[in-house]
DNA sequence: CTCCTTGGTTACATCGTTGTAGTGAAAGTA
DNA sequence: TACTTTCACTACAACGATGTAACCAAGGAG
């Protein structure tokens, strides 16, 4: 930067200046800058600036795995909305881990980060005191900080009930809440509240023997309880995936053990992740905005760097979803099976 | 640091040497360093190092997309190799695309960054002079710029030999290339090279018509190709994806078309994803040693940091592979089906 | 008994920016 | 005319670490 002063004849700080966009700089200095900024091949020194100023431009996406679909299509997605607003993001994966989450939060990284958007898994409202220590959060999926972080909300109980009154509607009677029982997330406890509330007020009786519990949320773990479910002679005409990877699984299972999707077990997930447009057949899932949401999250997340003490005026949105009916619910060509 | 100096009655430097791990300290030194940091509950400051230093301990990982389960594997893998070496990945996405990639090597994270594992799609070796300039650099998947980084190979040709091969063992003489004809891909066309002569060692004839482009190496380009394939009559026993994803997008079409897996046409594909274990039926895949890959990949960039000028002692290193045979082939309890 | 080495520590400058305070000049106000 | 305001720019000191050179002790070589 010395040197561009000094082939532009300015001070070092008349160089910063142009380059932080300061208003007050006749046109004819700008130009002389600009001009030895490009002799030079000079490009601003982005750690000098943030040790400067005390923030770097990075932000953390802390989310369980990246190898399931719903995470990595949202990390492009913030990846994307973070870039329109000059921020790098620092993708982190916990596996679920509880100490794994509260290192991406407090650990290392703490300090190569302006604030961090969290999906957490393993942390709930308990935990509340190790958050960050003043670090700008957003909270994706529920509402488990009220009064400390902002909130991007997914609806679970309304998306749950949407899916449920689906099954119901085209005729289904037994539905198996998968991953319902999986105790410890938040999440599943609203879906399975939402689920429920559905069932409820189809006049539907709720079988404990039908809300299943899986080890985890992923193909493998739908399948195997959903075998589980099969062997020990349950008995169901409808699938609800708490996630379209448990679905999967389970539609996997299913067309393994030579049921028909939907003519015998339809079957329906949440996420609408790109494999769910891919199985065969397509399933029906909720879509839970996940632009959307990525969106929001951002923008709340550099409000909340910019401003960092709007005396508790914490934020909540939530994300509209939308139910996508494919032909693990609907067979095409198939009359509404409504009685 | 100043304040732990202080605390401790010794200089800045010396706080400094202890978190170095300067050996030449007195043990007494070093107890009451401790004692004081652990008493202000400091830490170092990682931005302050970089600048001073001149490195960031940040690599990037450039890969086309996220979404695609083989990248989101092997980002999950780096991002774990990288951390045991005190590294922090920064992930990129190009999207394949030119521009985004030249962008993420020399764009503004370049400064951000001590080294990139880069995964090209659109750059090849005519781009050689645009190469980061300087940048330590581990190309994944082919030979590209030989002498000017290092490389972590996938012996494509080879992979794709011993893919068709397993083809021609079960039986299979009329075997659809997916994704052989997209030009400008290096790998297509290595792969459809170990493709064709494996075909000629089994002395069967290369159809052109069996020799398919998509538009891309996702399940929605398999699927399409391949139903085109179908749709202008042509006839085939087998496919072999040239990556997972262009595999089950093709299982997908056969399935829907009433054709049998791997009864009427067998499919295999490369990159055992794990959604290759869950489609239905499973697919038989070549396993590329994601982990190896990872793992060599980060060795080589932290050794070429480490001594920048070994002086064209660019390394070469090829991950082993390895054929996995699930249902997609070998239907279980079916015969060899050689004749 | 001096001269050199090795161990343990320190003071200081430096990495490349940006915030603060301040300097002239030109323009607007009383 | 004198006085404030706005504009365009500058000098200097930070931000928090680390490399360099140098220092003082203690022990070994000559």
Same mark, same amino acid.
């Given at each position: 930067m010395h040197d561009v002063a000094a082939l532009a004849r300015v001070s070092v700080k008349t160089v910063s200046n142009y380059f932080n966009g300061y208003p007050y700089m006749r046109a004819e200095t700008r130009a002389r800058i600009e001009r030895a900024v490009d002799e030079l091949g000079y490009r601003l020194n982005v750690t000098a600036r943030s040790l400067r100023r005390g923030s770097t431009g990075m932000i953390s996406l802390i989310v369980p795995e990246l190898d399931q679909a719903y995470f990595a299509e949202l990390a492009q997605e913030v990846i994307d909305v973070a870039a329109t607003f000059g921020l790098t993001v620092l993708v982190e994966t916990t596996s679920g881990d509880r100490d794994r989450e509260l290192e991406a939060l407090s650990g290392l990284h703490r300090q190569l980060i302006d604030g961090a958007i969290f999906d957490p898994l393993a942390l709930g409202p308990s935990d509340a005191p190790q958050l960050g220590g003043g670090l700008p959060l957003v909270i994706l999926g529920e509402r488990q900080f009220e009064g400390l972080a902002d909130h991007v909300l997914i609806a679970d109980e309304e998306v749950a009930h949407r899916a449920v009154s689906h099954l119901v509607e085209i005729g289904r009677r037994r539905i198996l809440l998968l991953g319902a029982g999986s105790p410890g997330t938040h999440t599943a406890i609203l879906r399975r509240r939402g689920s429920e509330a559905a069932l409820a007020e189809a006049g539907l009786p709720v079988d404990g023997d039908l809300v299943v519990s899986t080890d985890g949320w992923t193909r493998d773990a739908g399948a195997a309880a959903t075998a589980r479910a099969l062997d020990d002679g349950r008995r169901f005409d409808a699938v609800f995936g708490f996630n379209d990877a448990l679905a999967l699984g389970a539609q996997w299972v299913l067309l393994e053990r030579g049921l028909a999707v939907p003519g015998d077990v339809a079957v329906i997930g949440v996420d609408d992740t790109r494999d769910a447009r891919f199985a065969h057949p397509t399933l029906t899932t909720m879509s839970? =905005?996940? /632009?959307?949401? /990525?969106?929001?999250?951002?923008? &709340? &997340?550099?409000?909340?760097? %910019?401003?960092?003490?709007?005396? !508790? =005026?914490? /934020?909540? #949105?939530? /994300? $509209?979803?939308? &139910?996508?009916? %494919? $032909?693990? *619910? #609907?067979?095409?060509? *198939?009359? !509404?099976?409504?009685?």
């Open positions: 839970p =905005g996940r /632009a959307q949401i /990525a969106r929001r999250a951002v923008e &709340l &997340l550099v409000s909340r760097i %910019r401003e960092p003490e709007t005396e !508790n =005026g914490f /934020a909540s #949105v939530t /994300a $509209d979803f939308e &139910l996508i009916v %494919r $032909d693990s *619910t #609907v067979a095409p060509g *198939t009359l !509404n099976s409504t009685p």
